[in-house]
Every structure is written in structure tokens, then in C-alpha cells.
T-cell receptor, first 116, second 107 residues
Framework: ETGVTQTPRHLVMGMTNKKSLKCEQHLGHNAMYWYKQSAKKPLELMFVYNFKEQTENNSVPSRFSPECPNSSHLFLHLHTLQPEDSALYLC???????????????FGPGTRLLVL | KNEVEQSPQNLTAQEGEFITINCSYSVGISALHWLQQHPGGGIVSLFMLSSGKKKHGRLIATINIQEKHSSLHITASHPRDSAVYICAVYNTDKLIFGTGTRLQVFP
């Protein structure tokens, strides 16, 4: 148990659906991250929020829309996804963004997404 | 070519064996992270280090900044150590990940 929870753990959706992934951290951290992990590829950073402000968008398609209402919660809204978006989506948090101030990142268990 | 390379990609061992996983990187870093990912996806941080050596239980991590190389050692390996071990480096405040080493330890 890392103090970072994600729901749902598994999600199957059609290309026309709209769904949301939720991440919650109970560590008092101020930075939260979304990562994508596809088979046989390194984790890819998608978004970074630091003190509720988005500080990084790693050229992610607009069909992925993040939302960070407060430092403890992070959402990833999904719409009109493609089958190649099927992957494990991992959320992480740290004290603040950047290793100089942030320390270790703590990861959630991930949401395994299948787009049909 | 990835900026962070791990070897081997896959590793099998008998219970009790000494395990070494290697990580080489080609960028400047401020720290290096070793992570463990169990089946099902959850990732746990094992070590974050910027110099020397750290030990936690049966796990030892070393880093040589001049050679841009880090190793993760597992002594007296156990089937519960079976997981994917991921090396990640902090470069200009971003984490760059290796593709991971899949370890299976058999009884």
C-alpha cells in the first residue's frame, strides 16, 4: 500500500465512450503525475500537476484530458479513444514536482484500460 | 536507443541465488530510482540514490556516476522477489524510465 489509490483497476470501453480515471493520494503531496505504460515500452510521462497547476503536457493527444481539482485528487478524462490507447495508466505523487524538491514518486496500482 | 538501458531484459533464478540487474544511462542525472512492479501493475519505490550505495534488507543498490551505471543486487533471492525491476533517472526534473528487467525466481 503506497498511499496512492486508483479507480477503476480495470476498464473496457468502446471508441465512442467517455470515461474517467481517478487517482487519490493520502500522503500530503503537492505534485501528481499521469503515466502510460504500454507493453514492452518504458513508462511514458503524460501530465504533471504541481500545486494544482499543470506544469507538463508531454504532447498528449487531446482525447486525454486531465483535471486536478486539489492536490489530493487527479482525474484523466477519456473520450473517443483508439485501440492503441489500450495500456496501463499509472498515477504517481511526490512532495513537489522535480527531484530537487520533490523526492521519490509514489505510484498507484494503475488502471488497465482496453479500448475496443 | 533508449536513454536508459537495462540488462538483462529477462532473468530466471533458483531460490537462494544472488541476482544482479544492471542499468546504464546516457544523460546527465541528479538521481536514480529503482522501482519494483508486481504482476497487476502496482509500482513500489525501492531506492532513490545519487551516489554510493544503499541497502534495504536483501536489496542493495549501487551507482557509479562517472561510469553512468547502477546495479541492483538481491541476495538470497526468493520467489516473492519475482517482479519487473525498473530503473529510472531524474534528468532536468523528469523521470526517464528503462524498459525493465523481468525476474522470475523459482523454488
Amino acid at each position: 500500500e503506497t498511499g496512492v489509490t486508483q479507480t477503476p483497476r480495470h476498464l473496457v470501453m468502446g471508441m465512442t465512450n467517455k470515461k474517467s480515471l481517478k487517482c487519490e493520494q493520502h500522503l500530503g503531496h503537492n505534485a501528481m503525475y499521469w503515466y502510460k505504460q504500454s507493453a514492452k515500452k518504458p513508462l511514458e510521462l503524460m501530465f504533471v500537476y504541481n500545486f494544482k497547476e499543470q506544469t507538463e503536457n508531454n504532447s498528449v493527444p487531446s482525447r486525454f484530458s486531465p483535471e486536478c481539482p486539489n492536490s489530493s485528487h487527479l482525474f484523466l478524462h477519456l473520450h473517443t479513444l483508439q485501440p492503441e490507447d489500450s495500456a496501463l495508466y499509472l498515477c504517481a505523487s511526490s512532495r513537489a514536482a522535480g527531484v530537487g524538491t520533490g523526492g521519490s514518486q509514489y505510484f498507484g496500482p494503475g488502471t488497465r484500460l482496453l479500448v475496443l | 536507443k533508449n536513454e536508459v538501458e537495462q540488462s538483462p531484459q529477462n532473468l530466471t533464478a533458483q531460490e537462494g541465488e544472488f541476482i544482479t540487474i544492471n542499468c546504464s544511462y546516457s544523460v546527465g542525472i541528479s538521481a536514480l530510482h529503482w522501482l519494483q512492479q508486481h504482476p497487476g501493475g502496482g509500482i513500489v519505490s525501492l531506492f532513490m540514490l545519487s551516489s554510493g550505495k544503499k541497502k534495504h534488507g536483501r536489496l542493495i543498490a549501487t551507482i557509479n556516476i562517472q561510469e553512468k551505471h547502477s546495479s541492483l543486487h538481491i541476495t538470497a533471492s526468493h520467489p516473492r522477489d519475482s517482479a519487473v525491476y525498473i530503473c529510472a533517472v531524474y534528468n532536468t526534473d523528469k523521470l526517464i524510465f528503462g524498459t525493465g528487467t523481468r525476474l522470475q525466481v523459482f523454488p
